[in-house]
Every structure is written in structure tokens, then in C-alpha cells.
């Protein structure tokens, strides 16, 4: 089993639909928990991070956290085709781990 | 500040030979990473620095990988001698860990390595 798993996709959502990334991670001391966007070509960028239960909110971004599931999910509202890209899902615990990623096409 | 700046960009080596990639992080942070990115495998951390002393070289995957930081605003990852299963993106990322940071890594654009 891998450290953190997540679907590799392709994900297409229409413009000004939610898009929903997945997460999940096997090590429950896990305590951070990051969401790397990659465009194609491009090196990784932080957009969110995690370390409680719950959601977290940063502008058209959701970050939700469930650590009982070992369950991290990043929430786009209003895709735009802008956000098409690679999410990278990090987990920091004992090690720093991340996801293969998961890749988003927003179709206009 | 520029960002982390990697050199070079592309590198097409032949198998056997070495190959030096090189890493300037953004200046003021404490910790460095390397990582190697492949369509099978992902994002993997190679090493990673602090203060430029190596921590954890646990992902390096054998002894043809060494990496150095001779000083606050220099590093290298050297393998030698490259074989293609070498051929991969190498990131170097760095990070400021005194505000909390250790995690929040800024990455530079890659050195795309093809060996052949």
C-alpha cells in the first residue's frame, strides 16, 4: 500500500462546476496535510494546507480534513479552465510523502 | 527574491557518464530538498538539508546519488555513473521553518534529465 493514495484521474468538471479531489494516506501519526497544484511542464506550488479536523477555506478553495478516515479532500468551486492542472496531495507525519496526483481538465 | 533557481534546465547525457545538477535557494531559508518526479513514481524526496548539513539521504536509491551543500546558497545533486532509468525531473524545493514552514516548500523549475 502506498503512503498516500490518489485517484490519478483524468478528472473533467464543466466551467463553474465543483470539483472534488481525493485523498487518502496510511500513516495515522500523520499530522499536515498539503495541496500542491502543477501545471503541465511547471514545478508543483503550494495552494493549501491542513494540520486540523474539518474544513478549511481559502478563497474558491476547500480543504477538508478527516484523520479518523485518514481522509484529505480539496474542495474547487467555480472551476475555471485556469485550474486545470495536477493536484498533489503531501502528507507530513514520520516522513513527508506525496500522491502521485491527481490531473483536472475544467472544459469551458 | 528570484525564487529557487535550478541550472540546467535540460541535461541529455549518455549512459556511464556524470551528471551535476545544481540548486540556489531562496535566500534566508533553513532547509533545502531534493526530489525526483517520474510518471510511475511521482514526486519521491530524495535528501533534504538543514542548515547545510544532509538529515534524512533515506530516499537516495543507491550510491551512484550523492548530494552536497557546501554553503547557505549552494547545492548539487550528482549522480554518477547515470544510467537511463536515471532519466527523470529533479526538483530542488527550499523552505523556511522557523515560522512554521518546514512544509511549505518552494520549488524551482526542474533540471529534466534524459539519459540515454
Known amino acids: 500500500q502506498k503512503e498516500v493514495e490518489q485517484n490519478s484521474g483524468p478528472l473533467s468538471v464543466p466551467e463553474g462546476a465543483i470539483a472534488s479531489l481525493n485523498c487518502t494516506y496510511s500513516?495515522?501519526?500523520?499530522?499536515?496535510f498539503f495541496w500542491y497544484r502543477q501545471y503541465s511542464g511547471k514545478s508543483p506550488e503550494l495552494i493549501m494546507f491542513?494540520?486540523?479536523?474539518g474544513d478549511k477555506e481559502d478563497g474558491r478553495f476547500t480543504a477538508q480534513l478527516n484523520k479518523a478516515s485518514q481522509y484529505v479532500s480539496l474542495l474547487i468551486r467555480d472551476s475555471q479552465p485556469s485550474d486545470s492542472a495536477t493536484y498533489l496531495c503531501?502528507?507530513?507525519?514520520?516522513?513527508?510523502?506525496f500522491g502521485t496526483g491527481t490531473s483536472l481538465t475544467v472544459i469551458p | 527574491d528570484a525564487g529557487v533557481i535550478q541550472s540546467p534546465r535540460h541535461e541529455v547525457t549518455e549512459m556511464g557518464q556524470e551528471v551535476t545538477l545544481r540548486c540556489k535557494p531562496i535566500?534566508?531559508?533553513?532547509?533545502l530538498f531534493w526530489y525526483r518526479q517520474t510518471m510511475m513514481r511521482g514526486l519521491e524526496l530524495l535528501i533534504y538539508?538543514?542548515?547545510?548539513?544532509?538529515?534524512?539521504d533515506s530516499g537516495m536509491p543507491e550510491d551512484r546519488f550523492s548530494a552536497k551543500m557546501p554553503n547557505a546558497s549552494f547545492s548539487t545533486l550528482k549522480i554518477q555513473p547515470s544510467e537511463p532509468r536515471d532519466s527523470a525531473v529533479y526538483f530542488c524545493?527550499?523552505?523556511?521553518?522557523?515560522?512554521?514552514?518546514?512544509?511549505?516548500?518552494?520549488f524551482g523549475a526542474g533540471t529534466r534529465l534524459s539519459v540515454l
Open positions: 503531501a502528507v507530513a507525519g514520520n516522513q513527508f510523502y
Open positions: 491542513i494540520y486540523s479536523n
Open positions: 535566500s534566508g531559508h533553513d532547509y
Open positions: 524545493a527550499s523552505s523556511l521553518a522557523s515560522t512554521g514552514g518546514f512544509y511549505i516548500q518552494y
Open positions: 500513516d495515522r501519526g500523520s499530522q499536515s
Open positions: 538539508f538543514n542548515n547545510n548539513v544532509p538529515i534524512d
